[in-house]
């Protein structure tokens, strides 16, 4: 399965409190400069199998960006603002 069209991806699991952590800062991030943001959970799709021991891993673009943690500025950097 490809990854969703939006601007910010995140795949993550429920339960993981790291993904809570890198959710909040991404919906910071996104509130403030309209991007768009898509969480995918592994469960879902199995084709996201290879990022088990990563998640949450964000993506920005398409491009794999982070894993584990979200540094907000590192983000906002990414898309451009």
Do not use: N
């Not at 991404?26 to 990022?51: K, N």
């Not at 949450?56 to 960006?65: E, I, S, W, Y």
């Amino acid at each position: 399965m490809p990854l969703p069209s939006a601007r910010v991806v995140m795949i993550g699991k429920p339960g993981c409190h790291l993904c809570d952590q890198a959710r909040s800062v991404i919906e910071r991030v996104v509130a403030a400069t309209g991007d768009s943001f898509e969480e995918v959970f592994l469960d879902s799709d199995t084709a996201f199998a290879r990022y088990t021991e990563e998640i949450p891993v964000t993506f920005v673009d398409g491009r794999q960006h982070d894993y584990w943690r979200v540094d907000e500025g590192r983000l906002r950097t990414a898309l451009g603002r």
